[in-house]
């Protein structure tokens, strides 16, 4: 089947880390471009990151240029997000998308996150 | 910093047609942003409905189609139903590996 399975959200504290993790299945992983998005509550679609099928080009959004790092591991089929210096506002609902030639096509159900002290 | 802008929201009656915008706090949108519109209701994760401006996405129903209207992009649903009542959001392509999505559309059908 084909999908992408997020994990690895929950509660952190401000200032604090969280390492998102993006499971894909049933196509080529290596030869898609994969992002991530996320959504605050009650709010809008945000465009986070995103990260050229071998790994080799990253962008940011500048809301989260230097706290956050996009990664894949090919072999794996795995996509993650590394949250530092967490904020308030980094909280929400993060999905990760697979990008079928500027479109994201594939979505996954999206993973929680929730940075309070 | 560029702002992509979505109308708030919107209501059409059931059985009409609407037309959603998609624009740029500064500049005219083009194909060369290659707009993509997305569905979504609470809870669930977005659905694709059309990309590079005019494509509907696989399963899509005809009565969805995109378009460049003026200096924007436009969602079209012509003959609204029901269970169209969502949230519609644009993304464009602004070059350099960044997107931005606009803030979306809050689609009322009544």
């Known amino acids: 089947e084909v999908q992408l399975v997020e994990s690895g959200g929950g509660l952190a504290q401000p200032g604090g880390s969280l390492r998102l993790s993006c499971a894909a299945s049933g196509f080529a992983f290596n030869t898609f471009w994969m992002h991530w998005v996320r959504q605050a509550p009650g709010k809008g679609l945000v465009w986070v990151s995103n990260?050229?099928?071998?790994?080799?080009?990253?962008t940011y959004a500048d809301s989260v240029t230097g706290r956050f790092t996009i990664s894949r591991d090919n072999a794996k089929n795995t996509l993650y997000l590394q949250m530092n210096s967490l904020r308030a506002d980094d909280t929400g609902v993060y999905y990760c998308?697979?990008?079928?030639?500027?479109?994201?096509?594939?979505w996954g159900q999206g993973t929680p996150v929730t940075v309070s002290s | 910093q560029t702002v992509v802008t979505q109308e708030p929201s919107f209501s059409v009656s059931p059985g009409g047609t609407v037309t959603l915008t998609c624009g740029l706090s500064s500049g005219s949108v083009s194909s060369t942003y290659y707009p993509s519109w997305y569905q979504q209701t609470p809870g669930q994760a977005p659905r694709t409905l059309i990309y590079s401006t005019s494509t509907r996405s696989s399963g899509v129903p005809d009565r969805f189609s995109g378009s460049i209207l003026g200096n924007k992009a436009a969602l079209t649903i012509t003959g609204a139903q029901a269970d169209d009542e969502s949230d519609y959001y644009c993304?464009?392509?602004?070059?350099?590996?960044?997107?931005?999505f606009g803030g979306g559309t809050k689609l009322t059908v009544l």
């Open positions: 990260i050229y099928g071998d790994g080799s080009t990253t």
């Open positions: 993304v464009l392509y602004m070059g350099s590996g960044l997107w931005v």
């Open positions: 998308a697979r990008d079928r030639g500027y479109m994201l096509d594939l």
